[in-house]
């Protein structure tokens, strides 16, 4: 059996990825770490105070931290790419 044939479940990508590439555009919004952050408006309490009052703060809901989404440098997109085609990839 020819191991370099292709099947309908492979597919065929570049070995690398350049700077310039229509991929970045895509890559770098398509990936993101989130992180939770203390919440400015209510100082991390989770509460507001409305004329003495106390209301769920609007911005964290309660839980006095708000979750932040931090894109993905290109560069470690890069090398997880890398890492992939090393790992997968196989000559045709």
Known sequence: MNQNKLTKNDVVM????KDGELAKG???HGFYEEF??????CESEGVLHFEGVPEDCLACGGN???KIAIPVKWDTIKDIYSACVELLGREC
């Open 14 to 17: 570049p070995r690398e990825l």
């Open 26 to 28: 895509l890559l770098c």
């Open 36 to 41: 939770l952050a203390d919440c400015d408006m």
């Open 64 to 66: 006095g931290a708000v």
